[in-house]
């Protein structure tokens, strides 16, 4: 806008400010009222630009400062004052540069019974508020004071008046000094009374504003210490309580529950938790001592006021923290490899780890065909054509049928896909929709059949059982080891458990694909715990596959952590109500003797990679649980998996994981916990369901105490509500499903026993041991070449090299089920993993992390150190697992077979679907905004194809969660140190949800094991697709692998054709969908919506425009009708060509 055309609005701002003419300011008061209510925003920014403010501010303080005031010119300008004001950043200090303060104060005091004067007085004084130094230098002169006098006592004689001052109020307390004076008044109590008078009188609730202001001001109060305490001291928490109590689920009174539920939390008087010490339960002496400080000791009541910050700052001075400062910018470090530190011998040692490369394959001759025949017959390549790619096939029966490896078994499979994939997903939706419904609290879970008939004959079935199945000595506590410090290589009773299982197979014949519960006693032996665990629990033993159907996400029922949340602040209040009964503690062991006796559920969790540390009965059907923290380790409780029997069936037991350590989880979006029912088991169907209602996740008031590692750090409540569906029954509950260390040897095992071996080159070796003695395996696949010919050989010995690795977090459960996906796929008689094997060798390294899945850790290794933060300089005495993977891709990177893609697969907690981390220098450039000429970066952009590739063939993966930015923060995990010194470009991290899918034909649904190995399956279809579309692709191999393709589209048709078709696929994948309710993941949550700047504008224009019938109040002469005749004082070019749009 050009300066010439501007010159009108200033002339009238210069004329009002040096006019002293009566009707001269009237008149522009008028036209600048007139200007300002019609437009937008942009019209009274442009005014501010001009020197609005300071030219209102300026006459206010000439035109109030006279012997007595011309109200017929303050009204007005006070209301415009309001309304620049609110939207002036800097009004406030320009009101107290212009001593505006104390002229408007004073006025207020004039008019204390003069309503309409003082209820401008009172909106003035809000917008100078809003600057929270001016709201303390208001403070300062007395405003409180002012207003406590207008509020107080109860009336409702000036509903206007009161609202207006609570809310002055409620912005005056922001600052911590007003706080402050307000609890050394004592006007606390008072602001107490007041929110029971209100809230008791106001029946029909015509003053929600008032209550609310009210309760602002508590809130705000409360943020100070001392605040808190004279909250507490005056029964705050019991008058809140009782105030809201029946308000709960009253939707339309949310404005107020949501305010009185954050100060109940905040003034929720912190405490430690009931533990007696905050490490791990766990100790072992590891080389080199352990990584994070231990917490040593524990000071009672020491604890760390949480962002007390005692000076009143702007909030507007407050710098916006950078976004992407973790980006790593520097050009060198994303482009520069550093130099191999490994000598040629260190290295040298990685050439064991490659047989394929140097074996002669002599054995090729030696071994017969009959002998290959014979095993055949015995049976042992049955389960070899088992998964599969896309398959859709949603039911456990499609699932058994799939073993016949046969032609005619792949034919008969076909058939099975011959129906529209798309219409299979429609049918299994409508079924999912049905089996949900029946899923409600109380009532059974829909995995139980109805069928009368069944349930006579299961009944009898458990009857027949019950007796030996009680106590077998794999899922009860008989063999527990109580030295907690010894590293017992301890024995399983193998002959007794055996003999036991054996009973029950003949009872309840079992056949769960690619598992053997002997197999897994076996491998069980060789597994060594720090607790030295004796026993194992029933599902691993057992074994379990997916229930018939995926299930859905659980819908969010509205209300339902403050719900939760008035439970807990009940336990405050009503201590007596409290049970609390600590039932199981392994600090503890001699209390669980004492259990027999009472009426309560029990736990137990001595088993590989179960960690409850404690439950405490909290109420009859109510539990407190707290997870052990990782060995060595004072934190990372999010895991858990832990056995419960003594339950009575079809009653809703609650269960609050009291001492989790994220800040948000997916159990607040849809996610549920799982479950085994031992009874369901032996009645036909293991499965590991998700189970739960009423499921929320939140901050809790125990805070972890000063001495102990991270003063202040808070803890989360996960809470749900479980119906279990037996009574008297061992049921197994876990936050994902499990995979233990011996499943995954149990299953290596299998596998290699079951491969065809005139096909499939399986290699399984051990890459090193860990620090708690156990094998890490490291697993070698590719096609056995057609004969030991040296032309076969040396093609076996140029196909490039996939690295795949899993599980460095031992929480991550997930990720282990994707590689048994992976590897059942690639060893499958699958023409597609025929053609994998030939293509590539494939080097595996299923668990990055044995001992900590072992003892039942979330995130770290023995050391109590995060592995996958140690790729940029492993030890080999600290972190084997990692220095020897990293030393084997050096070797190959050495020897010139830099692996195509690295792969190590996640599971997230936080996020939905399937998707990848990895790494582009570009991208990570531009997304910071550098100015480094990118044109100098070169870069193959084939680190993408991979993705897009997936996210047609794989349903639950979704490129639109994927990224590819270089942080510097994650410089030292595995994707960016392979990417950078090993140079992979295709390195990258699969990050697996623990909950479901919001996009894809996964939509809706939470992932089961099923779906998480057809994960892995897919996968390994993609990398086969992505050397299809590479320059190095053999003209062969590419006739070979379209005709494999063509043959299957039926299968990969709708996959491949997904996003084209589907349009299905939702934008909002990182932002969860809002919630029913706000969910307060911190008792801080302070809100900037409490003053909105068109509540104001509009009660101004109430009052201004409608006449003073409102309460019937005051009359002083102001014609407010004239307002609305407008006369013009200036031309009507001026406000033509600058009231548009400046
Ligand atoms: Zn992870």
Redesign the pocket.
């Known amino acids: 806008m050009a300066e010439k055309e501007t010159s009108g609005l200033q002339v009238l701002l210069s004329t009002l400010q040096s006019s002293s003419d009566r009707e001269s300011i009237l008149n522009i008061l008028q036209v600048l009222t007139e200007l300002l209510s019609v437009g937008t925003d942009r019209r009274i920014h442009y005014m501010i630009s001009k020197g609005g403010s300071e030219a209102l501010l300026q006459t206010l303080v000439d035109s109030a400062q006279t012997a007595s005031p011309d109200y017929n010119i303050l009204l007005p300008l006070l209301r415009l004052l309001v309304k620049v004001g609110q939207r002036d950043k800097k009004f406030g200090q320009k009101a107290l540069e212009l001593e505006a303060l104390d002229v408007t104060l004073i006025l207020a005091r004039k008019n204390l019974s003069h309503n309409q004067n003082l209820i401008h007085c009172l909106w003035t004084l809000q917008v100078f508020a809003s600057r929270v130094s001016t709201a303390a230098m208001l403070g300062i002169n007395g405003a409180m004071e002012l207003l406590f006098k207008v509020i107080t006592p109860y009336s409702r004689k000036r509903t206007r008046i009161i609202r207006a001052a609570t809310e002055v109020l409620a912005v005056l307390l922001k600052s911590k000094s007003n706080s402050r004076r307000a609890v050394n008044r004592g006007y606390l109590n008072g602001l107490l009374r007041l929110h029971q008078d209100w809230q008791n009188h106001d029946t029909s609730n015509d003053f929600i504003q008032i209550r609310r202001s009210l309760l602002i001001c508590l809130k705000h109060i409360t943020n100070i210490q001392s605040g808190r305490e004279a909250f507490l001291g005056a029964q705050g928490m019991e008058i809140l309580f009782a105030t809201m109590q029946n308000y709960l689920g009253n939707q339309s009174m949310d404005a107020i529950i949501s305010i009185v539920i954050q100060i109940l939390r905040k003034c929720y008087p912190k405490s430690s938790l009931p533990l007696a010490t905050a490490n791990s339960y766990y100790s072992f002496s590891v080389p080199g001592g352990i990584a994070s400080g231990l917490a040593c000791t524990i000071n009672e009541d020491d604890f760390e006021e949480e962002g007390e910050d005692e000076e009143d700052k702007d909030s507007d001075s407050a710098e916006m923290k950078e976004e992407d400062d973790d980006l790593e910018t520097d050009l060198k470090n994303l482009t520069s490899k550093p130099v191999l530190n490994w000598t040629e011998e260190e290295l040298k040692q990685y050439e064991a780890m490659c047989l394929e490369l140097t074996h002669n394959f002599q054995e090729l001759e030696s071994k017969s065909g009959d002998e290959m025949s014979s095993k055949e017959e015995l049976g042992i390549h049955q389960c070899t054509y088992f998964c599969h790619i896309p398959t859709q096939t949603l039911s456990s029966k499609t699932y058994c049928q799939e073993k016949d490896q046969s032609p005619q078994g792949l034919e008969t499979r076909d058939t099975n896909l011959q129906e529209s994939p798309l219409k299979q997903l429609q049918i299994m939706r409508s079924t999912v929709d049905l089996t949900y419904e029946e899923q409600v609290p109380g009532k059974i879970s829909p995995y139980l059949s109805s069928n009368d008939q069944e349930e006579d004959f299961s009944s009898r079935e458990v009857s027949k059982t019950q007796a030996s199945f009680k106590e077998p000595p794999w899922c009860g506590e008989v063999c527990f080891c109580q030295n907690k410090n010894s590293f017992l290589s301890s024995s399983i009773r193998i002959d007794e458990t055996s003999e036991t299982v054996s009973t029950f197979l003949k009872r309840h014949p079992m056949d769960i694909p690619f598992h053997n519960p002997y197999t897994y006693i076996a491998k069980a032996e060789g597994t060594n715990s720090v607790p030295g665990f004796k026993v194992l629990a029933f599902p691993d033993v057992w074994g379990h596959h997916s229930p018939p159907f995926p299930q859905t996400m659980l819908e969010r029922k509205c209300g339902i952590q403050r719900t939760k949340i008035f439970e807990d602040v009940q336990r405050f209040l009503q201590p007596d109500k409290v049970i609390g009964r600590v039932v199981f503690s392994l600090d503890e062991p001699w209390l669980l003797q004492n259990n027999d006796t009472t009426e309560c559920l029990k736990f137990f969790s001595g088993f590989e990679s179960g960690n409850l540390r404690k439950a405490i009965q909290v109420r009859e059907f109510e539990y407190d649980l707290l997870i052990n923290a990782d060995v060595n380790c004072a934190q990372h409780q999010q895991w858990f998996y832990f056995k419960v029997s003594s339950m009575k069936a079809s009653r809703p037991y609650r269960f609050n994981v009291i001492n989790c350590e994220k800040v948000n989880s997916q159990f607040n979006y849809g996610m549920q916990p799982t479950m085994y029912s031992v009874k369901e088991a032996l009645q036909g169907r293991p499965h590991w369901v998700r189970v739960g209602y009423d499921i929320c996740y939140y901050k809790n008031h125990y805070r972890q105490n000063s001495a102990a590692g991270t003063p202040g750090k808070c803890h989360y409540t996960l809470t749900f509500s479980v119906t279990f569906p037996h009574n008297e029954d061992v049921c197994y509950l876990a936050y994902h499903y499990p995979y233990t260390y011996t499943a995954m040897m149990a299953h290596l095992d299998l596998l290699e026993k079951n491969v065809n071996h005139k096909k499939v080159y399986f290699q399984h070796q051990v890459l090193c041991q860990t620090l708690g003695g156990n094998p890490c395996p490291l697993v070698t696949i590719t096609a056995m070449p057609e004969s030991n010919s040296s032309d076969h050989l040396q093609q076996l010995r140029q196909r490039p090299y996939q690295v795949i690795v899993a599980r460095?977090?031992p929480g991550?459960s997930n990720?282990s089920w994707v590689m048994k996906g992976t590897l059942e796929f690639l060893v499958s008689s699958d023409p597609i993993a025929g053609l994998l094997r030939e293509s590539f060798i494939f080097k595996i390294i299923p668990m990055l992390n044995p001992d900590g899945v072992i003892n039942g850790n979330h995130r770290c290794s023995l050391r109590g150190e995060d592995l996958?933060r140690q790729w940029l300089s492993p030890s080999a005495q600290h972190q084997p697992t990692i220095y020897h993977t990293k030393g084997l891709l050096h070797y190959l990177n050495n020897i010139g077979r830099t692996p195509v893609v690295f792969c190590d697969f996640?599971?997230?907690s936080q996020k939905k679907n399937v998707f990848f981390y990895g790494c582009s220098i570009k991208e990570t450039l531009w997304q910071a905004g550098c100015t480094v000429d990118t044109s100098i970066v070169t870069e193959d952009v084939d680190y993408m194809t991979l993705p897009k590739i997936l996210d047609k063939v794989s349903p639950a993966f979704a490129i639109n969660s994927c990224s590819f930015l270089v942080e510097k923060s994650r410089a030292s995990t595995a994707r960016v140190v392979v990417w950078r010194e090993i140079g992979v470009l295709r390195s990258y991290?699969m990050?697996s949800t623990y909950c479901g899918c919001n996009q894809g034909p996964y939509k809706g649904l939470q992932l089961g094991t099923h779906e998480l190995e057809e994960m892995g399956a897919t996968f390994c279809l993609g990398l086969l697709l992505l050397q299809l579309k590479s320059l190095t692709c053999s003209s062969q191999f590419m006739a070979q692998a379209s005709a494999l393709l063509d043959a299957r589209e039926d299968i990969l048709g709708h996959q491949l054709h997904r996003s084209s078709s589907g349009g299905s696929i939702d934008m909002e994948l990182d932002d969860e969908p809002p919630c029913m309710e706000e969910i307060d993941y911190s008792t801080d949550y302070s809100s900037d919506q409490e003053t909105d700047i068109y509540e104001l504008d509009q009660q101004i224009q109430e009052i201004a425009l409608v006449e003073t019938v409102g309460d019937g109040e005051d009359k002083n002469g102001v014609d407010y009708r004239t307002l609305s005749s407008p006369e013009l004082y200036v031309s009507k070019h001026w406000t033509s060509k600058h009231g548009a749009s400046p």
């Open positions: 460095v977090h991550e990720s996958n996640h599971g997230h991290t990050e």
